[in-house]
């Protein structure tokens, strides 16, 4: 898998479903073949990204895990 953001293939895997880009700083939530981002603020909270990685009228990119 590499990072939808900066192209980083040093993801760490932080939950059943849950991906972090050691890149990057973000944070990635895979369910099944739909993928949300997300910034991760000084006190710990997720902020949506999805909004600047995906056009709403377009399908989310497949994810492949390697």
Not at 20 to 26: A, L, R
Not at 28 to 56: A, W
């Amino acid at each position: 898998m590499r990072c939808p953001n900066c192209n980083s293939k040093d993801i760490g895997k932080i939950g059943s479903h849950q991906f972090y880009c050691w890149g990057c700083y973000i944070e990635l939530t895979v369910n099944g073949d739909k993928m949300s981002v997300f910034q991760v603020e000084e006190d710990g909270t997720l902020s949506s990204l999805d909004d600047l990685f995906y056009d709403e009228s377009a399908e989310q990119p497949e994810i492949h895990l390697n």
